[in-house]
């Protein structure tokens, strides 16, 4: 069965039309990358593929069923959404925002039980922050902010991962370490991930399939090789590239062609 | 346990002074009691349900204090700025001046004028915020602080037409615990209960929310009905206590910083302690209103804002430590 399909899904905010008529279909363990010039969309559609917006026409299914038709908690059980932003403030600590992941299981009303602990321990563990379990969120670098963030997905249990430009912000090191963890988890957890970028090189790499989103529309979809085309990349970006094999992996290798511009 | 402690000894503070063990005798030992009828009488029939209705208005403002700051994540917020003090204040303003007499499943015109007018007007903020373009909690907060200042002119507006009544009206305005018998414990015992227990059935969902909307509904949180819970739980607190007490400004703001510095900011350790916090606040602040003038009293309302401001201007020097002051 196919976990995430969008069908002609249309979206627009104060009459100023976002998507137009987006269809995707996702399986599972795979990972797909959002590519797109900045304003292209691709927030929206990932709020539309949670529900978050909902869109003006189309339809998003998981399982072929309608998420029109779940309640607010059984969505939260199929579907995490890491937000590009969430409120940093409060003095919560690193494991009880992990904890949370299990409101969807364990009810906002109820005791958590030995599973729901149990499956904290294990989202803490994949995702290295046994040892930062009591930090409190305001004393997180953005890495292991980042990283609290998907043990909490993690801890949800939900079998779609959708991250909004999870590496936003972060030095290489830790960029590296967020995408390398999510590509391990959809790989271990047959996670079906959907994520948005704007490192094409990174896309390349940890990316199964890319969608390359402009002018409210997918460009392209498909492999690596197929979506990171010079001529695609140049209508998505408006900038000139050209595309070699990369050094190590051999996945297509970006590299934008500009002249440097006066004398040093 | 600090609650109980300050309440005992509130019971003996007042213009006639009862010691903690003449307190214990008085009310368990039948002998003592008897030959003191006087003394017995002022515990059991002045005092003591002042001190309830002391613990039960500082809990319910302590309690809708956190659930208005986890709503809005504004530690700025609490049950004035978001208006359900002033629509609880205008419905007492309008019992008083029209005289109303009625009286419905055991609460006095009061009480349900207070209930109506706090439920009614955070309604009416909720709707306006919920129209506005982002639906944001901002919005709803600024919304309150409109309608607030509107209801805040009509309460003058009543004071002036009705000068007869305006000691009456005043002293509402300026919050007292003076003359709460058991018939007002027994009014409004089950709204502050009922309020308070809520919020504290909304402790996951409030933790959720200060991450952020996006989060929270990725939680699996219905944001409308969570809102609506919360708006609901924290009138009904609120009105409990304006109408036992009039108003009582700073206990809702400065109980829930309290708490969150004492138990952090998970709000299953956060609603009951700054409930009782705000019972202590109360409680203290009573003892001064009723003893610093003696035989006179001071509206209490005074006394809370007279120490709470300095207190919560330390605070805030001084924030930072387990549970800061933010929200």
Known sequence: ?????????????????????????????????????????????LQTLCRQLRPDSGAVLIQQEDIRSRSAKTLARQVALMPQHENRDSQLRVIDVVTLGRAPHAGWWFPLTEKDHAAVEQALAMSGLLTLRDRRITELSGGEWRRM???????????????????????????????????????????????????????????????????????????????????????????????????????????????????? | MATVTCAVISLGVGAVPIGVAEIAA???????????????????????????????????????????????????????????????????????????QLSFLGLGAIAMAALLGSILTVIIVFTIGSLSADRSPLSLLLAGVAL???????????????????????????????????????????????????????ARPLDANLLGERAAQSLGLDLFRFRVLIVMAASIATAAAVSSAGIIGFVGLIAPHIGRFLVGPRHGWLVPTSGCVGAMILLVSDAIARTVVAPAELPVGIVTALLGGPFFLFLLKTRGGRGGIQA
């Open chain 2, 148 to 202: 607030s200042s509107m209801i805040n002119a009509i309460v003058s507006l009543l004071m002036f037409l009705n000068d007869e009544k305006i000691v009456v009206i005043l002293s509402w305005l300026m919050g007292s615990l003076a003359g709460n018998d058991w018939q007002v414990v027994k009014a409004t015992a089950i709204s502050s209960l009922v309020g308070i227990v809520l919020l504290w059935s909304l």
């Open chain 1, 149 to 264: 963030i998907l043990a909490r997905a993690l801890a949800q249990h939900a079998s779609i991962l959708l991250l909004d430009e999870p590496t936003a912000g972060l030095d290489l090191k830790y960029q590296l370490d967020v995408l390398s963890r999510v590509q391990a988890m959809a790989r271990q957890c047959r996670l079906t991930v959907v994520l948005s970028l704007h490192d094409l090189n990174h896309a390349s790499i940890f990316g199964d399939r890319l969608a390359l989103m402009h002018d409210r529309q997918l460009l392209a979809v498909g492999t690596p090789k197929e979506v990171l085309q010079p001529a695609l990349i140049e209508t998505a970006f408006g900038i000139p590239v050209t595309v070699i094999d990369h050094p190590i992996h051999g996945t297509p290798f970006v590299v934008p062609l500009y002249e440097p511009q006066g004398e040093p």
């Open chain 2, 26 to 100: 008085l009310l368990f030992d039948s002998a003592s009691a008897d030959a003191r009828s006087t003394e017995r009488s002022i515990l059991l029939q002045l005092r003591l349900p002042r001190i309830v209705s002391a613990v039960l208005v500082g809990a319910s403002l302590g309690a809708a204090g956190v659930g208005f700051q986890g709503l809005f994540r504004n530690s700025l917020a609490d049950p004035y700025v978001i208006g359900a003090s002033s629509g609880a204040g205008l419905g007492v303003t309008l019992a008083v001046t029209m005289g109303m």
């Open chain 1, 1 to 45: 069965m196919i976990p995430l399909t969008a069908r002609d899904v249309s979206f627009a905010f104060a009459d100023k039309a976002i998507l137009d008529r987006i269809s995707l279909e996702l399986c599972a363990g795979e990972v797909l990358v959002l590519l797109g010039a900045n304003g292209a969309g691709k927030t929206t559609l």
